[in-house]
């Protein structure tokens, strides 16, 4: 599956959020994408870092840095830390 696959399936970049439901409507649209075209959830957490850009690429350096399993992450797990950002 490649990014272009899920972009049209809906998925757009993230630079940011004025505020939570920003952050949480990017993460439907993912996960509608996600649904779409029926990504394996193993893939879920690489696939949503390449549509970040921005202060939610520098948020997500961090993360990573300070988040020993972010390399093994779950969707739900990387969902939780996203949102707690803004929420």
Known sequence: MKKRDVADAG????KGAKGP???Y???DKMEMAF???ELPEEK???MT???LDD???HWWTLARRSNDGAQTM???QFKALFLGQYF
């Open 11 to 14: 998925a757009v970049e993230f």
């Open 35 to 37: 649904e779409s075209t």
């Open 55 to 57: 202060s939610a690429h």
């Open 25 to 27: 409507s990017w993460v």
């Open 44 to 46: 879920k957490v690489k």
């Open 49 to 51: 870092v390449s549509f």
């Open 21 to 23: 439901l920003d952050a």
């Open 74 to 76: 779950t969707w739900e």
